[in-house]
């Protein structure tokens, strides 16, 4: 078994992926109190997909029959060279280049016939950011990262820019020691939020999340907010950006990742000329794409409020 376990690590790496754990299936029953409590809250900001699902959630074998280990792969996404923030709107880097539930889930795919041709006929199923998968409570139990005090999972010796790939296996795979916690004391990233959305550590409070409030919500932004999103127009990194982890991030080599050549060279005057023709053609492959033209614009003016009209989120 450990020859096996070996040799994915070996062609994890030849994939393009930074790190890769495994763990046995056990359920996820000990988070069902905190998971049931954030729902009842509606501390999911009523975002459905949080919500459903949420048996399947605890029990990836309801997703994969028969399902016996995790496997949890981190792709990079941390930029050779950030966007100039002078004079411009800011994007969060994860959206820089093309649409990584594509990309990803592309490399889950080789990953998973490279799994085939190993170890022959088993049943595999691959997720990125989709499906009913606790995503960072995996990669945390495969042991490639902890989930800090900003909620998101960070790899000790890479930081936090990743994305998370998993992958459900019938196969029976050695596993991993789960990744125990390395924040201690600091508290960077709740001091520099400019929300008070990690006011409670390891508890995001989603409506208060620039992100959130850029990309999700479908509604005005709460003026209170709004004045605080410093030119930020998709998403936020600052809760990452200020992690002392981020220092040993080092840049990504996937060509996908890298921003469309008009969007280096935009700055504010560029942004706000953007038409919807030119946004659909820019961002076609892009994940601020799913998010739509109105909602870019509404995060570009502090003080007009677009309403979005439904349907046309
Ligand atoms: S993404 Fe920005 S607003 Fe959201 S928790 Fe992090 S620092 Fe706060
Ligand atoms: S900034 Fe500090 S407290 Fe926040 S996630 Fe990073 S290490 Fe943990």
Same mark, same amino acid.
């Given at each position: 078994m450990s020859d096996l376990k070996e040799r994915i690590k070996t062609e994890s790496l030849r994939l393009g992926f930074s790190h890769c754990g495994m763990t046995r299936?056990?359920? &996820?029953?000990? &988070?069902r109190p905190f998971y049931s409590a954030f729902l009842k809250r509606n501390g999911h900001a009523g975002m459905g997909y949080l919500e459903s699902n949420f048996e399947r959630r605890m029990h990836p074998e309801l997703v994969l029959e028969g399902a016996r280990s995790v496997i949890a792969l981190l792709v990079n996404y941390f930029p050779p060279a950030t966007i100039p923030e002078q004079d411009n709107f800011i994007l969060a880097k994860y959206a820089y280049g093309s649409d990584y539930h594509r990309v990803v889930k592309d490399r889950l795919n080789e990953f998973v016939h490279f799994m085939k041709l190993t170890c022959g006929s088993h049943q595999a199923k691959a997720f990125v950011d989709s499906g009913a998968i606790l995503e960072k409570a995996w990669a945390q139990k495969c042991g490639v990262g902890w989930q800090g005090k900003n909620t998101l999972i960070i790899n000790k010796s890479s930081g936090s820019f990743f994305f998370i790939g998993i992958i459900l296996t019938d196969l029976e795979l050695e596993p991993d020691a789960p990744e125990t916690d390395h924040c201690g004391a600091c508290n960077h990233c709740a001091t520099a939020c400019p929300t008070g959305a990690l006011d409670i550590p390891y508890q995001l409070d989603i409506p208060r999340c620039i992100s959130y409030q850029t990309i999700e919500n479908r509604e005005e932004i709460p003026a209170e907010l709004k004045s605080k999103l410093n030119d930020r127009i998709y998403g936020c990194d600052i809760c990452q950006d200020v992690c002392p982890y981020n220092r040993f991030a080092s840049p990504h080599q996937i060509p996908a990742f890298l921003p469309p050549e008009p969007v280096m060279n935009f700055r504010k005057k560029e942004w706000i000329a953007l038409t919807e023709p030119d946004f659909n053609r820019i961002f076609a492959d892009s994940p601020i794409k799913r998010s739509g033209y109105q909602r870019l614009k509404r995060a570009m003016s502090p003080r007009i409020c677009f309403q979005v009209k439904p349907g046309q989120a």
């Open positions: 299936n056990d359920s &996820l029953e000990k &988070l």
